[in-house]
């Protein structure tokens, strides 16, 4: 049933060509804002924390469960947390099974995602290259392409000539730093514009009724014994059925106001980084094998890319220089022609590295409440499958089929999901 608060979203305006042309027309005086600036009201059936996953959470709950009294909290504005602090590559290249359903399905949401939010998301399917530099590296590759296409995922070895048309400015010769020795390439995967997700999301949930609510960070938790009955906020009390929690890097401080002090979590800061503008010089997504780094090049010009994290806890949304120091020294060995290439401009995201390097989407821990964290390297390749699969937790409190691995519990029962084989070392992944 359609809140009477809130218009039938099939009433509301569809951007088409038709209506930028209207708009054209008349000096663009018709366009409606995206999306509402409305005030809190005093309760809700669902409130979730959080405005990336939070939101695609908040659409779903709405588009496929016919629940519309939500309201999105967000401390700051939309895209000021991590949905908007990350490199934007999409993919779905895992080795293990539970992995590559997973992320399998988010791919395929990603394919038709701007028709489904009526908003054009950017997304690109330019494909993702790992890059080997070992033939037991390109042996590992082999191993993970088989169990891919096993599961129906596209993926193809390449070798160093292959690669080379490519990114014609990768060194493939005997003599470089960290010769190539070929590839595994996914030409499904990609990149987003990942304003633009956000923007989607937001206009798509508030037309079916959403509340968006920006600057208002929660300060604690309304709670009737252990159970939790609604937040409180810097706007004042808001009192719910279900809170959801989706903060990305600040999940361990958000529960901590909740009353949980242990979660097999660790926050750090992972940094991205963007160059000037130049030439087309790379038409895919590519990674390296002999460190951490992974870029990709902007339709502005701009050369996007990220390494590893800075390898301390914090919540910082900046960076240290050793890690900048590494990634462009990484950078230049492949490409030598980047040296003289100017940084514009540098920022740090919080991540919440679990313990086993895969997402937590579960209930609890405490009743009422419901928790989507962890997401290490991959939470916005995830942001349409974990928005569906948490709505799908939050309205029938139990998992979907394609969470149903990653819930809590499976550190009580020892089922780790630890795709790098590294064990429990989350500032490793």
Known sequence: MIDKLHPNPESLMRYSAFNLLKNALNGNKDWKPAW??????????????????????AYYLAKEHGIRNIAVVEKGWLGSGNIGRNTTAIRSNYLLTENQHFYEASMKMWETLSHDLNYNVMFSQRGVVNLAHTLPQLDVYARRGNQMRL??????????????????????????????????????????????????????????????????????????????????????????????????GHTSELMRRAGIDRLPLESHVLQAFVSEALKPVVDTVATFGGGHLYFSQSDKGGLVFGGDIDGYNSYAQRGNLPVVEDVMSEFVALIPALARVKLLRSWGGIMDMSMDGSPIITTGPLPGMYLNTGWCYGGFKATPISGKCFAWTIAKDEPHPLSAPFTLDRFYRGYVIDDKGQGPTPRLH
């Open 36 to 57: 509402r600036k409305p005030e809190p009201k005093p309760s809700y059936d669902v409130v979730i924390i959080g405005g990336g996953h939070g939101l695609a959470t």
């Open 151 to 248: 599961n129906g995922i596209d993926c193809e070895l390449m070798n160093p000539q292959q690669i080379k048309k490519l990114i014609p400015g990768l060194d493939i010769s005997d003599s470089a730093r960290f010769p190539i020795l070929g590839g595994l390439m996914q030409r499904s995967a990609g990149t987003a514009r990942h304003d633009a997700v956000v923007w989607g999301y937001a206009r798509a949930a508030d037309q079916r009724g959403v509340d968006i609510i920006e600057n208002c960070e929660v300060t604690s938790f309304l709670k009737d014994g252990d159970t939790v009955t609604g937040v409180m906020t810097t706007r004042g009390p808001i009192k719910a059925k279900k809170v959801a929690c989706a903060v990305a």
